[in-house]
């Protein structure tokens, strides 16, 4: 039976709740009188259920639907404004022990080069990334309690957050490493990490099974129950994603949701972040393998119906996607995005020809960071580096209350121009740092009408973020 606050994933993600909604929104997707009353509810700004949103993404009148895309950008603007928050993948180890079909990981692909990096070699990653502008990364690794015991992957969160290369330093270190224990997670938050990452690749327990035949994720409770675990260990920031491609997206959307459901029931806070990534060409993968790949159009509409639905929670897209589609989520909801990302284990500091390349995906974005920053701004977009919440305890419950009373800005704004500054004089090619110091006098006035904010730029920011900088504004 459907239960949200259970911890048994069966009960909170029950499958034939998940039919009888996705039978209930078949039938009335084309409900105008419904369809209104869900957007009126979503226009109050407190996110949707599962069974209301996936109303929103199956309706087919064109006029509900440009609705709907216009709430999500209104929404978007009002959580998070024009910033977006920049960040890098930093890829540990490809050792992995699974059997996950869609991932060149997988035990049995042999010709893919295998690596672990050093902590020398992270050293040197680190410094690469630093040298880029990057202040926040996500580490990535593949499951394997040999190669890649908790042990190595604490080690190597200490190792990224030593390094203090020129002006750099990484503020920053969100894990994104297989389900673990509780033992476990409690010693990834005590070693002072931003989010635990964990996609569910899908929700329905019968494709997941297939999907990961072999290895220790073919366990479908343990995986879908790992944020339960990360929570009850003291990570109060979790994010959420699923690798659109393998099922029908209408079952990952309502399952997905379900989830965001389940830790705001159970726990008091929802995801602090979602990801929507898609799955791509890759060694000893070929996408269309899959039956379930969706076209940009509904990939757009999934991206502005998960902005709706939860408000609150970041929305990543990662260099998995090309330019012309980021730019396109950019607008419906995305507020983070990776750039200048390589996922080859040492991509960063030895770029290695493709024929010798463990990358774990094709990057569809290969442009350097740089650009990604100027591109941003040419659209209009504040590009953020900031770190702040989390080193000042505005985490989990905190975090929601000021987000969810859309109060969040008063930190961000702020945070984002000093983070943006540093990029500028530390990083920036010429033509950047010009556009990028236009846009800074433009939204320090914006700011400055505002004496409020103006101290908060002098008690949270500075000291925290600059450090010992002595920024003017
Ligand atoms: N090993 C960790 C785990 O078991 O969850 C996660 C690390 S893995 C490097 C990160 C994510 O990459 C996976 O969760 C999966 O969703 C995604 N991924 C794997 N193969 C992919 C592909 N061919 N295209 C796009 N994304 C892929």
Redesign the pocket.
Known sequence: MYNPKSTKACEFINHNEIIKTLEYSYKNKNNIELIDKILDKAKKRKGLSYNEAILLLDCEDKEKNEEIFELAKQIKNDFYGNRIVLFA?L?LS?Y?I?G?V????HLKNKHIPRKKLTQEEIRNEVIALQNMGHKRLAI????DPKNNPIEYILESIKTIYSVKHKNGAIRRVNV????TSIENYKKLHDAGIGTY???Q?TYNKESYEKLHPTGP?HDYDY?TEAMDRAMQAGIDDVSL???F?LESYRYEFVGLLMHACHLEATYGVGPHAI?V??????DD?D?DAFDNGINDDIFAKIVACIRIATPYAGLIIST?ENEKCRERLLELGVSQISGGSK?SVGGYYNPMPDSEDSA???VSDRRPLDEVIKWLMQLGYLPSFCTACYRSGRTGEKFMEVCKSQQIHNFCQPNAILTLKEYLEDYAENETKKIGYELINKELEKLNKDKNIKNIIIEDLVKIEAGQRDFKF
């Open positions: 993948p890829y490809n992995c699974n996950c869609y991932c060149p990981y990535e690794a593949g499951e994104n490493i297989a389900a990452i964990l996609f690749e994720k995986h994603g699923v690798l491609g990801s990534p898609r799955v791509k060409k890759a993968i996408p998995r996922t774990q995906f094709d």
